[in-house]
């Protein structure tokens, strides 16, 4: 597991351990990402290594991010200790950036025993045993931003943790914006008690999932998502449709951005514009 950790991360970890160990294979974990890999920072696991993980939040491997393992000095480090332990298939639980230098690895791997093997660094029957490099990549991120998976590990627990604080929160936030990094905000009893608009931005990066779902479970006024950038005159309409609800008795309302929200122009769209809107 490298960079940063998500919900379900030490799910993942038991179930690949678990089922290589099912299939006949026998399990190495490397400690703290790739730090661990380029310093040898690994050890056999088995079937009760990873018992009672699952409820833990973080990730029993631990994970750091590796500025080394972009060198290609890092990358032989990292090659040659796979090499002398026979290690030809690497799970990888992260985002963006481990996935990115996972592939990276990958595509050098050819040129990486080549070297272990013009300096000596590996015998011939070791590198035999691992001509072949197999990389699985298992998206840890909040953000459900990656492509070619259904859901992402770490959004689902993330959109409920919002949900529930939602729900559970009432009267608890005396000010009207709000930013939402997982945490708490005035659930329906407390806005509609106080009459008030609360503006919630939403985590997400540049996907606009978690805000998406988010209005849809709370039931909304307004949504933006960088998916579908507001074009010219959006503030007009928004006021419109919360003035409509107002009118027609509703107590509060509640608008939600994401965080890579932008209009049609690329400008970003905060909090803080919202409220200078309504204002």
Not at 114 to 138: I, P, T
Request: hydrophobic fraction near 40%; proline fraction near 1%.
């Amino acid at each position: 597991s490298s960079g940063g950790d998500s919900q379900g991360m030490n799910a993942a970890v038991r179930a690949t351990v678990r089922m290589a160990i099912f299939k006949g294979c026998k399990v190495f974990g490397i400690r703290e990402g790739y730090n661990g890999l380029i310093n040898d920072w690994i050890n056999e696991y088995g079937w009760s290594d990873v018992s009672a993980i699952m409820q833990k939040g973080g990730t029993k491997l631990g994970t750091a991010r590796c500025m080394e393992f972009m060198t290609w000095e890092g990358k032989l480090k990292a090659a040659r200790n796979l090499v002398k332990r026979g290690i030809n298939n690497l799970v990888v639980i992260g985002g963006d950036g481990s996935l990115t230098g996972a592939n990276i690895f990958l595509e050098q791997w050819g040129n990486l025993t080549a070297e272990l093997k013009e300096k000596e660094m590996a015998s011939d029957s070791e590198l035999a045993r691992v001509k072949r490099l197999n990389v699985v990549g298992m998206v840890g991120s909040i953000d459900n931003d990656f492509c070619g998976t259904d859901m992402t590990i770490g959004t689902d627990s993330a959109l409920h943790r919002f949900l529930k604080r939602l729900i559970a929160s009432q009267a608890r936030h005396q000010g009207r914006t709000t930013r939402i990094s997982l945490c708490e905000f005035s659930g329906e009893n407390g806005t509609a008690s106080h009459q008030r608009s609360f503006i919630l931005e939403v985590m997400g990066r540049h996907c606009g999932y978690l805000a998406l779902m988010s209005a849809l479970a709370c039931l909304a006024d307004w949504v933006f998502v960088p998916e579908d950038p507001p074009g010219e005159g959006w503030e007009t309409k928004m006021c419109e449709e919360l003035r409509k609800g107002r009118d027609a008795g509703r107590r509060y309302s509640i608008i939600i951005i994401a965080e890579g929200a932008v209009d049609q122009q690329g400008k970003p769209i905060k909090a803080t514009d919202i409220k200078e809107v309504g204002s």
